[in-house]
């Protein structure tokens, strides 16, 4: 599962630097770069989305326990 969630945000980041690269490429003002980066951006909210979702099924089945503090009535 760790590798899963590390392949995935290295994924997301690759596609955030994608985008960055096309945005800065639009000196040109080329209506076909602009396209390109929007459709980067889409794919990495389609992927934190995805990751997202993936944790929760992950949690659910017992692949993955929550730590951290534990809840107490007060």
Do not use: E, H
Not at 10 to 38: C, E, H, P, Q, Y
Not at 40 to 63: D, E, N, T
């Amino acid at each position: 599962m760790k590798y899963l969630v590390v392949l995935a945000f290295a994924a997301i980041v690759a596609s955030l630097a994608s985008a960055l690269f096309f945005m800065m490429r639009n000196g040109r003002n080329d209506k076909s770069t602009g396209n390109r980066m929007a459709k980067a951006l889409a794919v990495r909210v389609g992927l934190s989305i995805a990751l997202f979702l993936c944790i929760l099924i992950a949690w659910q089945l017992g692949y993955i326990q929550p730590t951290g503090l534990p809840a107490t009535a007060r």
